[in-house]
């Protein structure tokens, strides 16, 4: 049974425009919650991360925001560019009881942004 | 500063034969990682080493097993290969010693993919 769930494979965005990745988690003890993003060929890079205390942080181009009560996050990029075309990850941990290192995955959206 | 390097790229096996994947930090981390990535499932987690000279089970550690060498190398052998352990292989560390409080980054190696026939 998934416990973090990325329902949408794929996504395609036209570049300039806003992408919206979503995730859905079913662990209520989840309290920390992470995006990856992967290039083909290599591993995943940190992009950006939330606490549960928290309902959006933002850096740059990316935001995330978090609705507790539908254990649902996701993931906002404005404007998007070439260059954000990739297979995008979200993470959760349980971390106040101990497990920040303990990454749950979900399945991966890639997504392509074209001119 | 290198990060995280992981060898080798790429790797057939049959059935049955053993190997070796060799991961290695410069990073001075403590906490090492293993992940499998498959088709439509996330990253999974084998096992881990809170730090030098401890390891523990993941998720899904059947069929492996692990070595942590040193505080910069982190090991994973399959003993005995079978086809449903073709998977891209991932090596990751991290700062802090497992449950050492507070969030903390993993740095992922660029990967290992495995085919075994």
């Known amino acids: 049974d998934q416990q973090v769930k990325q329902n949408s494979p794929s996504l395609s965005v036209q570049e300039g425009r806003i992408s919206i990745l979503n995730c859905d988690y079913t662990?209520?003890?989840?309290?920390?919650f992470l995006w990856y993003k992967k290039y083909p060929a290599e591993g995943p890079t940190f992009l950006i991360s939330?606490?549960?205390?928290?309902d959006k942080n933002e850096d740059g181009r990316f935001t995330v925001f978090l609705n507790k009560s539908a254990k649902h996050l996701s993931l906002h990029i404005v404007p998007s560019q070439p260059g954000d075309s990739a297979v995008y990850f979200c993470?959760?941990?349980?971390?106040?009881?101990?497990?920040?290192?303990?990454?749950?995955f979900g399945a991966g959206t890639r997504l392509a942004v074209h001119p | 500063n290198a990060g995280v390097t992981q060898t080798p790229k790429f790797q057939v096996l049959k059935t049955g034969q053993s190997m070796t994947l060799q991961c290695a930090q410069d990073m001075n981390h403590n906490s090492m990682y293993w992940y499998r990535q498959d088709p439509g499932m996330g990253l999974r987690l084998i096992y881990y080493s809170a730090s030098e000279g401890t390891t523990d089970k993941g998720e899904v550690p059947n069929g492996y097993n692990v070595s942590r060498l040193n505080k910069r190398e982190f090991s994973l052998r399959l003993e005995s290969a079978a086809p449903s352990q073709t998977s891209v292989y991932f090596c990751?560390?991290?700062?802090?010693?497992w449950g050492a409080g507070g969030p903390d980054t993993q740095y992922f190696g660029p990967g290992t993919r495995l085919t075994v026939l």
């Open positions: 990751a560390s991290s700062e802090r010693a």
């Open positions: 939330i606490s549960s205390i928290k």
């Open positions: 993470a959760a941990s349980a971390g106040r009881s101990g497990g920040y290192n303990k990454l749950i």
């Open positions: 662990n209520s003890m989840f309290d920390y």
